[in-house]
């Protein structure tokens, strides 16, 4: 870390936050029952220096794209698609998954595939820290430096990916 001062901008909005179903793979025998969470985002958007207007980052863009995340996430199942001890299948309105010798069908509308190995807390934290941090870096001037995302899903259960921007 820099001895120079920095700058740490903390968004916790109450609409940062979705309520999704999902169950995190241990290990290729072993899973969570399917249950659900009422998730919450929080980010840390932080830099050494200021733009001519006293301003770290567009903040209002920030907060729509974590809202845009969160409504695409909100009511959801959310499905590891990279696992590679899941299977999953789409087809006549359905999405099929079976892990061992379970077997769940959902309505397709319903599901969420994301390119994940699993639904961890620790994979939708760096997931979005991943959609952010695209959008920061095509910001034309951003003094962004490092970007911190967490995702908490139940009070006291949280995870947080940190990485510079450059990363």
Not at 41 to 62: F, H, K, N, P
Not at 82 to 105: C, K, M, Q, T
Request: proline share 5%; with cysteine.
């Amino acid at each position: 870390m820099s001895d120079r001062p920095r700058y740490r901008l903390v968004l916790a909005k109450e609409d940062f936050k979705f309520s999704a179903a999902h169950f995190t793979l241990w290990n290729d025998a072993r899973a969570e029952l399917l249950h659900g969470h009422n998730y919450r985002v929080r980010l840390e958007l932080s830099g050494s220096e200021l733009d001519d207007w006293g301003l770290l980052a567009d903040i209002e863009g920030v907060k729509e794209v974590i809202r845009g995340l969160c409504r695409r996430l909100d009511s959801r199942t959310l499905v590891p698609a990279e696992n590679p001890s899941l299977r999953w299948s789409r087809g006549e309105g359905a999405v099929e998954i079976g892990f061992g010798p379970r077997r769940y069908r959902f309505p397709e509308d319903d599901v969420l595939l994301l390119p994940l190995a699993n639904t961890s807390i620790e994979l939708l934290a760096r997931h979005f820290w991943g959609e952010l941090a695209a959008y920061l870096r095509g910001l034309p001037g951003t003094r962004v430096e490092a970007l911190a995302v967490s995702v908490e899903e139940t009070a006291g259960q949280r995870c947080t990916y940190e990485a510079p921007l450059g990363a």
